[in-house]
């Protein structure tokens, strides 16, 4: 089994509409989880840490569910920017062994 | 300024050959890693060093083997290249070794074994 797994979409959506990712990990004693981001032929950058009690960032919102093991991505009126891949990253313990999701696809459409 | 920086761009190279990619960062970092991103865009950790130490190595064959001269470069040296080498390779830096520090990553090498 995957340390993390996303849905690889595609998802693509209409300028303005709200989108949703989930991503699973396997560890429980996973302890720290992050969101990425991806453009086509670019290094991945930063997002979002993705803290226990959820936090947001403009239109950003990322959530986390200990019990359940995943952690979700909310992206409120989508901007064609915001097109790229999302990767799910979860840090198994403390300590720098950082598992990444194949990433979920998003187009944003005009 | 670049933070992370890598080079070559691009390889493009003969089954069989012995290639280095290299790697330097200015952010003052003491942690480097290097990390493989393969066709399905799976991107997967092969090392981690932390003030040139080793700490991650994951399951990599012995044909790849990183160097730390300093704490601001990490070099991958891969022996005897095979067709599955090719993908695109990316060095990144944090700083310390908590688990929660952001990771800077490099623009990549996209590495071609023909």
């Known amino acids: 089994r995957k340390e993390v797994e996303q849905d690889p979409g595609p998802f693509n959506v209409p300028e303005g509409a709200t989108v949703a990712f989930n991503c699973t990990y396997s560890?429980?004693?996973?302890?720290?989880f992050f969101w990425y981001r991806q453009d086509c032929r670019k290094e991945p950058k930063l997002l979002m840490s993705?803290?226990?009690s959820g936090n947001e960032d403009g239109r950003f919102t990322a959530q986390l569910n200990r019990a359940s093991q995943y952690i979700s991505l909310l992206i409120r009126d989508s901007k064609l920017s915001d097109s790229a891949t999302y990767l799910c990253v979860v840090n198994k313990n403390t300590g720098n062994q950082f598992y990444f999701g194949t990433g979920t696809s998003l187009t944003v459409i005009p | 300024d670049t933070a992370v920086s890598q080079t070559p761009k691009y390889l493009v190279t003969q089954m069989g050959n012995d290639k280095s990619i290299k790697c330097e960062q200015n952010?003052?970092?003491?942690?480097m890693y290097w990390y493989k991103q393969d066709s399905k865009k799976f991107l997967k950790i092969m090392f981690s060093y932390n003030n040139k130490e080793l700490i991650i190595n994951e399951t990599v064959p012995n044909r790849f083997s990183p160097k730390s001269p300093d704490k601001a470069h990490l070099n991958l040296h891969i022996n005897s290249l095979e067709l599955g080498d090719s993908a695109v390779y990316f060095c990144?830096?944090?700083?310390?070794?908590?688990?929660?520090?952001?990771?800077?990553f490099g623009p990549g090498t996209r590495l071609l074994v023909l």
């Open positions: 990144a830096s944090s700083q310390g070794t908590g688990g929660m520090e952001t990771q800077y």
């Open positions: 560890n429980s004693a996973s302890q720290s």
């Open positions: 952010l003052g970092h003491d942690t």
């Open positions: 993705v803290y226990s």
